[in-house]
């Protein structure tokens, strides 16, 4: 099927350092050259041409980490979702990392708005060794009527597996109408909802007692969830009525990893 | 002969050592901060939480289970036993629903003589299964005769039916308000049951933020009666 947009790199480790081979991309996604922040790892930033999703559109990226390469993935803006009369947008990504690879995707959120629907799959292959920081957000836009939740509906499918075996599977599905979103057990009275997996061999046991302090510190603007998956890996959810407010505890997650793999704080200079 | 009407009957009452009495999988929590405090409350609770969780997991698994034993696929039974724990990603809702599953799945092969259920039980031994409650239900219905969209029902009544006692015991509410919310919401198990047809596999799993943050933080209450 032909696809609005596609994208592909690998990254390799040579040495000291990683560097991005065989980039390729299609259509309405591009990616900006590598910005070396720590010399060990480079950060891309992905972006969208178009200006944004409209319907029927399909897109898929596909990164691989090779052994021991590490990488950031970002995007340059939010995405945004624009009415879908005809069909949903799909968003396709596969990630495949090879042992003591570091792999961390940090991307915007995704804006949905009036009538939008949009459904996205991401899989993901580690081998054991390897680290995964996964995160995403979505907000809703804001029509002219002032009304928060216009979007039709927004699916999410996260896999995770680690040597071939299913790990995690998360599948989040946001529909407004047919389900109040605001009601017990949906959004709860909030706007946006935010996850982070993080699936690493640094990941020590007591990451619940120094992540929890973290969260908790983030207690009047946020309700958020933690567990522990399968595999001992992190999982958290996000539910809040801003997107920098899910941005900032993101951040800090992502910087406490950060700094037991030796990497410097993320750096990511947007705006 | 075994009658499956009776075998149901048995397989749902409450005195049936599934476990599935010290598991309020994340209602506890709700019960704790206030949010579900009476009769009220909770069934308002209940019904969302049937249509948007136990719909697309409980009876869209059972369903996909007992066709894949109708056309003699088990290893998509096992395949599904894999995706149904992968799915919970709060780690007390995932292990008290595997305990759940582990325990129904020996019960059943001490009281029936189904290779299958047979079968089942020794792959969770041999840790290539995990056990779910939902595939064991199918396995029982399916080795009773009783008809796919009965067990459904049957299955369906069987959870909401534990989380009503529960809630009798935790928030608390009288015995007849418990038994009086379960004729209530025996419509919607029917519809459920129906409406589980309609759905293609590809919904297995979908879930709520709310609910899934709800299961997550049950973890730090101070004060539990349940284990999830």
């Not at chain 1, 699936?199 to 908790?216: C, F, I, N, T, Y």
């Amino acid at each position: 099927m032909r696809m609005t947009g596609t994208l592909r790199m690998k990254a390799v480790c040579r040495g000291e350092k990683t560097v991005v081979a065989d980039t390729y991309f299609d259509g309405a996604f591009k990616v900006a050259r590598p910005v070396y922040f720590q010399e060990n790892e480079p950060t891309v930033y992905s972006l969208h041409v178009g200006g944004g999703y409209i319907g029927g559109d399909r897109y898929h990226t596909d990164v691989v980490l090779e052994q021991d390469a590490r990488m950031t993935l970002t995007t340059q803006s939010a995405a945004k979702v624009y009415k879908t009369p005809n069909a949903p947008v799909h968003q396709s990504m596969t990630i495949s990392l090879a042992q003591g690879s570091v792999f961390m995707y940090l991307p915007d959120p995704l804006i949905a708005y009036e009538q939008a629907r949009f459904q996205q799959e991401t899989v993901i292959h580690m081998e054991k060794g390897s680290t995964l920081l996964y995160s995403d957000s979505m907000t809703p836009g804001w029509s002219k009527s002032g009304d928060p939740f216009r979007y039709d509906w927004i699916r999410s499918k996260v896999k995770i597996y680690e040597d071939d075996s299913l790990q995690a599977y998360d599948h989040l599905f946001l529909k407004p109408e047919e389900h109040d979103l605001f009601s017990l057990m949906q959004m709860e009275g909030y706007t946006h909802v935010g996850s982070l997996f993080i699936v690493s061999p640094m990941l020590q046991k007591d990451w619940q007692e120094a992540l929890g302090r973290l969260l908790e510190s983030y207690n009047e603007q946020a309700r958020i969830g933690f567990s522990t998956l399968k595999n001992g890996g992190c999982t958290i959810r996000i539910l809040a009525n801003a997107s920098y407010v899910i941005e900032n505890i993101i951040l800090q997650c992502t910087n406490w990893m950060r700094s037991k793999l030796d990497q410097e704080p993320v750096q990511l200079r947007k705006y | 002969m075994i009658n499956p009407m009776l075998s149901f009957m048995q397989l749902c009452d409450s005195n049936f050592p599934s476990g599935a009495f010290s598991h309020s999988f994340g209602l506890e929590t709700y019960i704790y901060e206030g949010a579900i405090h009476d009769a009220a409350t909770f069934e308002a609770a209940m019904r969302i939480f049937m249509v948007n969780q136990m719909a697309y997991t409980d009876a869209l698994a059972c369903r996909l289970a007992y066709e894949a034993i109708e056309n003699g696929q088990f290893d998509d039974v096992i395949e599904l036993d894999h995706v149904l724990l992968a799915l919970s990603l709060s780690k007390e809702t995932r292990e008290g629903t595997r305990r759940i599953g582990e325990r129904m799945a020996k019960l059943c092969s001490d009281l029936y003589e189904s290779p299958l259920i047979d079968t089942y039980y020794q792959r969770i031994r041999q840790k290539e299964a995990n056990g779910h409650p939902s595939i064991v239900f199918a396995l029982a219905a399916h080795h009773l005769g009783a008809e796919k969209t009965d067990a459904i029902g049957a299955h369906l009544f069987s959870s909401i039916h534990s989380l009503i006692q529960n809630a009798v015991r935790a928030i608390p509410l009288g015995q007849t308000d418990g038994q009086r919310i379960l004729l209530a919401l025996q419509p919607l198990i029917q519809d459920m049951a129906v409406q589980t047809e309609t759905m293609t596999e590809d919904e297995l799993g979908m879930n709520m933020p709310g609910l899934e943050i709800a299961q997550m933080r049950h973890e730090q209450l101070p004060v539990r009666l349940f284990m999830s």
